[in-house]
């Protein structure tokens, strides 16, 4: 029997049942992503295994550094195969961690490789591999068709002018791209070189003269609703935790003058000037329909020599430990009692952190809809098997998990789609193992359907985009021009 079979992950018989009767062929509800629209506008087709595999995988390289592997088989210069065959040998050193999951989860879904990925066999995968990926059927949009992916939410600057994502639009493909509105760097007052350049391609973009914290708001706001033209309705923000020293708009305001004039905000002053701001854009998501998410508890960067030598996002990022509860909560709270609460996931990365968020989601929800405020799936360093029923479990005995929208990639690699599968198989594991355990009824019919929802309709319920239907595929909306 190969490694990935059937029954892999689902240790017993109820299990096996409930996976394949009520999760395996669910659709996929993608809401959150880091994958690239212009790959998926233009359909890119992969030249080899290194470029859909490991051209950007900082997982693979944090694996590859550990195992002794040189910096120029992960970001450096050495050649896609030499840099393939590092990582080839680094798997069998994997062992327990989810890359070994992920890997042979990923060679077999794609590509039909039911191999063991080492040396002995990386050479013979790297062929087999690359001429897989020369047909039609995993080009981008064909990886899209292949997984059965309705909706794509892809993560996007504020200044992006969304032209890939009209252009996909208006091909006809059977998914939906849509972008997610990230407007982190509005926040970074205290980093005034890069605020202020950012702040110059915003005027640009919203053709607004953004000479005052009045004009500011005004050309975030013009952004905010062009995003909402192009059928956007989720904002994203990545933060080491929530802001809640809440000012004047006059002080705001005096905070916004300084930075403009190249002077960096101070730790205080940085803090209340994103409290103010963040509570703006909660206003914009409540009007507007939208859904908010907030990634919580990431320190970012820390190995300052490599961040100077390669940049971010190259693998030297952590969990974090700072305080949640109390800013989180006078967050929501302030935005609740000016009834501009939007619907809003909250994602924590820390997992001491669990039993906090899966309490505090309780405390604002209001009734108007079912599970208005969400305990976000397991994820960055948690998105793996025990994260994901670390998180399930806090959800379960804290609050409903048939309410819970599900898994997401959060990934910037167009072979992570499996990650769905990897999370159904968990989520019908825990569930086949309570029945067995006489902890649940063994009804299928009432399980098979809180299981098909977690997989795909509360998100598409949830969520409620225009023209995502749950039994046919999306039309995609005409092109719309750039006001």
């Not at 039909?112 to 047909?135: C, F, M, P, V, Y």
Request: hydrophobic fraction near 40%.
């Amino acid at each position: 029997m190969p490694f990935i079979h059937d029954h892999f992950l689902l240790g017993t018989k109820t299990a096996r049942e409930l996976y394949h009767e009520f999760a395996a062929d669910e659709p996929v509800f993608d809401y959150h992503c880091h994958i690239s629209p212009k790959d998926i506008a233009e359909n890119r087709q992969f030249k080899n295994l290194f470029e859909i595999w490991l051209e950007g995988d900082h997982y693979k390289w944090r694996a590859m550094r550990s195992n002794g592997v040189a910096e120029t088989y992960c970001t450096g210069a050495a050649t896609p195969f030499d840099k393939f065959k590092a990582w080839a040998a680094t798997v069998p050193h994997t062992l327990r961690n989810p890359l070994y999951h992920w890997t042979h989860l990923e060679l077999a879904r794609y590509f039909g490789i039911s191999q063991l990925l080492d040396e002995t066999t990386a050479e013979k995968i790297w062929h087999t591999a690359n001429a897989k990926l020369a047909r039609p059927e995993l080009t981008t949009q064909g990886i899209l068709k292949k997984f059965k992916v309705k909706v794509v939410c892809t993560t996007d600057d504020p200044v992006d002018d969304l032209g890939y994502h009209q252009t996909f639009a208006a091909s006809g493909h059977p998914t939906r791209m849509l972008p997610a509105f990230r407007p982190d760097k509005a926040l970074t007052v205290h980093q005034p070189d890069g605020f202020n350049r950012w702040v110059n391609q915003l005027a640009h973009a919203a053709n607004v003269d953004i000479n005052s914290y009045g004009a500011f708001l005004s050309a975030l706001q013009k952004r905010h609703e062009f995003f909402h033209a192009q059928g956007c309705r989720l904002s994203d923000h990545g933060m080491n935790h929530c802001f809640a020293d809440f000012v004047p708009e006059a002080t705001a305001a005096a905070i916004f003058k300084k930075a403009r004039q190249g002077k960096a905000a101070s730790p205080a002053e940085h803090a209340q000037f994103a409290a103010n701001l963040m509570l703006y854009f909660g206003q914009l998501d409540a009007r507007a329909g939208w859904t908010k998410q907030l990634h919580l508890g990431a320190l970012r960067s820390n190995n300052t020599r490599l961040l100077k030598q390669l940049g971010p996002d190259t693998g030297f990022d952590s969990i974090g430990d700072f305080p949640q509860a109390q800013t989180l909560a006078a967050y929501l709270d302030r935005l609740d009692s000016e009834n501009a609460l939007p619907k809003t996931i909250i994602y924590n990365l820390n997992p001491a952190d669990n039993y906090t968020f899966a309490t505090m989601i309780g405390n604002f929800q209001d009734g108007t809809i079912p599970g208005k405020i969400q305990y976000g799936s397991g994820w960055w360093f948690l998105d793996q098997k025990e994260g994901m029923e670390w998180q399930i479990n806090a959800l379960s005995n804290l609050g409903l998990l048939s309410r819970f929208v599900g898994m997401i990639t959060d990934s910037r690699s167009f072979m992570s789609y499996p990650r769905h599968e990897y999370f159904r198989r968990t989520l019908c594991n825990l569930i086949g193992q309570d029945v067995e355990n006489g902890e649940l009824p063994k009804d299928k019919k009432l399980l098979g359907s809180m299981i098909r929802n977690i997989c795909f309709t509360n998100a598409k319920n949830y969520l409620a985009f225009p023209g995502v239907e749950e039994n046919s595929p999306a039309k995609a909306p005409a092109a719309k021009k750039r006001r």
